[in-house]
């Protein structure tokens, strides 16, 4: 994959984002400047004050869990089992499956290589 294609891909992650946190802080305020001063006559709110509600109600209510790498552990122990119970031919098919999976991501497959570095001992 090409340079550009990753950057362009965090550019419009980091948009989108920002975009639905401003959305999602307007119908906030709309919603509680439309139903709360009638109900409990409490003062309207503006748009830097939907966000800091948003903020606050994901601090009591939701914390923050350290993004992807506070969740999903339990898929690492099972994934762990799972290879030790594998026999050694299964391990292997799997390592194979993966590689084809992978392999735009990767080095070359060693049949793409030309024959010149296949045997220079230097190379990894």
């Not at 748009?47 to 339990?74: E, M, N, P, T, Y």
């Amino acid at each position: 994959m090409k340079r550009g294609f990753w950057i362009r891909k965090a550019v419009m992650i980091v948009f989108f984002a920002a975009l639905f946190i401003t959305v999602f802080s307007y119908v906030v305020m709309l919603l509680w400047n439309a139903i709360l001063p009638q109900v409990l006559h409490v003062s309207s709110i503006n748009f830097i004050q939907a966000l800091g509600i948003l903020v606050l109600s994901k601090i009591l209510f939701g914390g923050f869990h350290g993004g992807w790498r506070g969740r999903g552990g339990h898929w690492k122990y099972k994934m762990r089992e799972k290879w030790q119970n594998m026999s050694v031919e299964d391990r292997e098919k799997f390592k194979q499956e993966w590689r084809a999976r992978c392999r735009g991501w990767r080095m070359p497959d060693e049949r793409e290589k030309p024959a010149a570095d296949k045997e220079s001992p230097g190379r990894l």
